[in-house]
């Protein structure tokens, strides 16, 4: 079945700076890749996603690229901020309609 | 738009009993809604599918006879965690799609069990 593989499990940058978090996946008919933003004890928060048929999509300081032929996708925080420190799950829709998750990033944001 | 809530937000029961927790979602219509459970520091784990008027779809090592899921309306889908043991103490989150991809997660029931 569908893996995704995440990385970091832990990504610590200085405000201001960017972060970038990776994820990798096995299924080639995966077609839809979002991404959720989860603070402590709270719901996951979609954040941006990206289809199949699109290579980059941006939305303000969150970006997000896809590589079909590696299977792999990328989020990219630009200008990092305090409120931006959370845990980041990275996900694969298989062809069942289920999302595949991945192991999860805690982004800490040094001051 | 796409709003789901979760009721309650936590539960505290004693072992042996039986909760029910419930996942609604307020401005659309969830054909299909899923309950995750999430132990501290991990990811989410799908526990099933749940498609209305149907029978949920459980994954692997997920105990149906023990995580009960009814689906009645295209608004509404509950989990009942049957005879609860210490065990089943964890965050259990729904989530409705709302469109053939995204998915809005409720915000999650904190149980406890004693």
């Known amino acids: 079945g569908e893996n995704v593989e995440q990385h970091p499990s832990t990504l610590s940058v200085q405000e201001g700076d960017s972060a970038v978090i990776k994820c990798t996946y096995s299924?080639?008919?995966?077609?839809?890749f979002p991404w959720y933003k989860q603070e402590l004890g709270k719901r996951p928060q979609l954040i941006i996603d990206?289809?199949?048929n699109v290579g980059e999509k941006k939305d303000q300081r969150i970006a997000v690229t896809l590589n079909k032929t590696a299977k792999h996708f990328s989020l990219h925080i630009t200008e990092t901020q305090p409120e931006d420190s959370a845990v980041y799950f990275c996900?694969?829709?298989?062809?069942?309609?289920?999302?595949?998750w991945g192991a999860g990033t805690k982004l800490i944001i040094k001051p | 738009g796409a709003v789901v809530s979760q009721h309650p937000s936590w539960v505290i029961c004693k072992s042996g009993t039986s909760v029910k927790i419930e996942c609604r979602s307020l401005d659309f219509q969830a054909t299909t809604m899923f309950w995750y459970r999430q132990f501290p520091k991990q990811s989410l784990m799908l526990m099933a599918t749940?498609?209305?008027?149907?029978?949920?779809?459980?994954e692997q090592g997920v105990e149906k006879d023990k995580f009960l899921i009814n689906h009645a309306s295209l608004t509404l889908s509950t989990l009942t965690v049957t005879s609860a043991h210490p065990e089943d103490s964890s965050f259990y989150i729904c989530?409705?799609?709302?469109?053939?991809?995204?998915?809005?997660f409720g915000p999650g029931t904190r149980l406890t069990v004693t």
């Open positions: 989530s409705a799609r709302a469109a053939m991809f995204e998915q809005y």
């Open positions: 996900a694969s829709h298989a062809p069942n309609y289920q999302l595949i």
């Open positions: 990206i289809r199949s």
């Open positions: 299924d080639s008919a995966s077609n839809y």
């Open positions: 749940s498609n209305e008027g149907s029978k949920a779809t459980y």
